[in-house]
């Protein structure tokens, strides 16, 4: 009996982790070195999220906001979050996003990519 409750319990945790907006996947990745400037940034999570509560920024490497101010969250499918960014020169830039969840629970992260010369 213990353990059918202890199984239970345990199903429980990982389904209400899974209704988070956790980052799941990101365009580009953190960490990875480009030859070009990618048109947007696009994180995925794994549940829907608030358009209302939900912001991507993209930093240079003096912390200046250089995306086109344009954060939103994708209608269709409530688990992507994009910005559009122009033409960029080469550097390391910080990607710094926070989200609320449809579950109400705010999540919150960042992370860097490169641009080549």
Same mark, same amino acid.
Not at 15 to 29: T, Y
Not at 65 to 84: A, E, K
């Given at each position: 009996m213990r353990r059918v409750l202890a199984v239970v319990v345990l199903l429980g945790l990982v389904s209400a982790a899974a209704a988070h907006g956790v980052l799941e996947r990101s365009e580009p990745r953190g960490g990875s070195v480009l030859k070009s400037a990618p048109a947007q940034v696009r994180l995925t999570f794994t549940g829907a999220i608030e358009p209302a509560y939900s912001r991507v920024? !993209?930093?240079d490497g003096g912390g200046r906001p250089v995306d086109q101010g344009d954060s939103s969250v994708d209608?269709?499918?409530r688990t992507v979050l994009r910005v559009s960014l122009p033409a960029l020169p080469p550097g390391r830039y910080r990607v710094s996003w926070r989200v609320l969840s449809v579950d109400s629970h !705010?999540?919150?992260?960042?992370f860097t990519f490169r641009i080549a010369p």
């Amino acid at each position: 009996m213990r353990r059918v409750l202890a199984v239970v319990v345990l199903l429980g945790l990982v389904s209400a982790a899974a209704a988070h907006g956790v980052l799941e996947r990101s365009e580009p990745r953190g960490g990875s070195v480009l030859k070009s400037a990618p048109a947007q940034v696009r994180l995925t999570f794994t549940g829907a999220i608030e358009p209302a509560y939900s912001r991507v920024r !993209v930093l240079d490497g003096g912390g200046r906001p250089v995306d086109q101010g344009d954060s939103s969250v994708d209608p269709d499918t409530r688990t992507v979050l994009r910005v559009s960014l122009p033409a960029l020169p080469p550097g390391r830039y910080r990607v710094s996003w926070r989200v609320l969840s449809v579950d109400s629970h !705010v999540t919150q992260g960042d992370f860097t990519f490169r641009i080549a010369p």
